[in-house]
């Protein structure tokens, strides 16, 4: 799909409320320079901002600030539900005071979650550079797949049993 900048800034005018993000799958694709700001999330399984998955593509120099103040019932993430080998730098996420997800769901994120599938070994096979998340809800949490995803920058204890991947590059 061929999406102008004319074309985003049409869908961000029209109030959209999109269940995969803005841009559904991204799949070898670039989104550079572009801002999302008070953006309202769905309170509908795998919501999010940008993407619903980011496969070999390229995000840099992307702004997403999230509008909602309460706890979100059901599981998505402010950014992307997924990414797998993709590339993103200087990027920011921003949740307002307030925001998170409600205890006991499958996934959530304040930046992403990723399917345990998306891992070479125990590696992430993404890269993160210059990537800001503000947030006080937890940077990504998948149950099922039994781990949950931390900023270089940060210390997470995690329940019995659950593992944690570090985003190097990727800091609070």
Do not use: H
């Amino acid at each position: 799909m061929q999406t102008s900048a004319m074309d985003i800034k049409k869908l961000a005018k029209s109030n959209c409320n999109l269940r995969a993000g803005i841009f559904g799958y991204l799949v070898n694709a670039t989104v550079k320079n572009v801002a999302f700001a008070d953006v309202t999330l769905r309170e509908e399984a795998s919501a999010a901002t940008l993407s619903a998955w980011i496969l070999n593509s390229t995000v840099s120099n992307v702004y997403v600030s999230i509008a909602n103040d309460g706890v979100q019932t059901v599981g998505g993430s402010a950014f992307a539900c997924g990414a797998n080998a993709s590339s993103f730098a200087g990027c920011v996420v921003e949740t307002k005071e307030g925001f998170g997800y409600q205890d006991g769901l499958t996934y959530s994120g304040s930046f992403t979650y990723q399917n345990k599938e998306r891992y070479d070994g125990d590696s992430v096979q993404s890269t993160f550079a210059d990537v800001f998340v503000i947030s006080s809800e937890v940077l990504g949490y998948f149950k099922t797949g039994k781990y949950y995803l931390k900023a270089e920058n940060e210390t997470l204890t995690p329940e019995e049993g659950l593992s944690v991947f570090t985003l190097e590059g990727v800091k609070r």
